[in-house]
C-alpha cells in the first residue's frame, strides 16, 4: 500500500516548455488535488477533483491544467513553463465526505520543479 | 502562530519539553481544523483533527485545542523529541467548501 505516488521528484525545465506532473493513489479515494508550495508559505490549492470526471480550479489555478484519468490517477500539466511555477508541487487524495466538513488529506512526496 | 511572509514563525524549545504551536483562523463558519507535520523533502503528515463541536482531543503526546470564540487552534507536543522537529500546518475546513485551506506553518527546532 503505497498511498499517494508522485512522478517525478524532481524536474527542471526551460521557460516556454511543457510538462506533466503524475500522480496515483491507491486508497480507493474519491477526491485529489493539487498544491503547491513555495518558501516560507503554506500550501496553495491549484486545482481538484472532488470525484471522478470532475475538476475544479482552486486559488492559483492559472498557467495550469488537470486531468481526472480515472479514480486512482489525477495529472497537473504546465503547458508553457515560467520562472513563476518553480514551486514544490504535492498532489493529495481523500475520501471527502459529499456534503464537505472535514477531510483527511493524504500528501504525497512532492516534486520540485524548477524552471530557469 | 500563523503569519503571512517569507519567514515562518519559528518556536524553539528544549528536548523533554513540551511545546505549544498556535494558529488564528478567520472564517468564524470553518467547522474542521487539522494539524500536519512537514519534514524537510517530504509532504506533509497528517497528526491529529477537530470538529467544531468539540474543544479538545488528545492524541498520542498530542493534543489539540480549538476556541472558537477567539477562533484559535493549538497544537500541544508532550516531551518533546528530536524528531519532532519540522514545520506544522494547521488547515481548516468549512461544510461545503471541499477543500482544507493552509496556515503558514510554524517551524519547530528542539535543541538538545
Known amino acids: 500500500n503505497a498511498g499517494v505516488t508522485q512522478t517525478p521528484k524532481f524536474q527542471v525545465l526551460k521557460t516556454g516548455q511543457s510538462m506533466t506532473l503524475q500522480c496515483a493513489q491507491d486508497m480507493n479515494h474519491n477526491s485529489m488535488y493539487w498544491y503547491r508550495q513555495d518558501p516560507g508559505m503554506g500550501l496553495r490549492l491549484i486545482y481538484y477533483s472532488a470525484s471522478e470526471g470532475t475538476t475544479d480550479k482552486g486559488e492559483v489555478p492559472n498557467g495550469y491544467n488537470v486531468s481526472r484519468l480515472n479514480k486512482r490517477e489525477f495529472s497537473l500539466r504546465l503547458e508553457s513553463a515560467a520562472p513563476s511555477q518553480t514551486s514544490v508541487y504535492f498532489c493529495?487524495?481523500?475520501?471527502?465526505?459529499?456534503?464537505?466538513?472535514?477531510?483527511?488529506?493524504?500528501f504525497g512526496s512532492g516534486t520540485q520543479l524548477s524552471v530557469l | 502562530g500563523e503569519s503571512v511572509g517569507l519567514h515562518l514563525p519559528t518556536l524553539s524549545v528544549q528536548e523533554g519539553d513540551n511545546s505549544i504551536i498556535n494558529c488564528a483562523y478567520s472564517?468564524?463558519?470553518?467547522?474542521?481544523f487539522i494539524w500536519y507535520k512537514q519534514e524537510s523533502g517530504k509532504g506533509p503528515q497528517f497528526i491529529i483533527d477537530?470538529?467544531?463541536?468539540?474543544d479538545k482531543r488528545q492524541g498520542q503526546r498530542v493534543t489539540v485545542l480549538l476556541n472558537k470564540t477567539v477562533k484559535h487552534l493549538s497544537l500541544q507536543i508532550a516531551a518533546t523529541q528530536p524528531g519532532d522537529s519540522a514545520v506544522y500546518f494547521c488547515a481548516e475546513n468549512t461544510r461545503g467548501a471541499q477543500k482544507l485551506v493552509f496556515g503558514q506553518g510554524t517551524r519547530l527546532t528542539i535543541n538538545p
Open positions: 472564517n468564524s463558519a470553518s467547522d474542521y
Open positions: 493529495a487524495s481523500s475520501e471527502a465526505v459529499p456534503t464537505g466538513g472535514g477531510e483527511k488529506l493524504f
Open positions: 477537530i470538529r467544531s463541536n468539540m
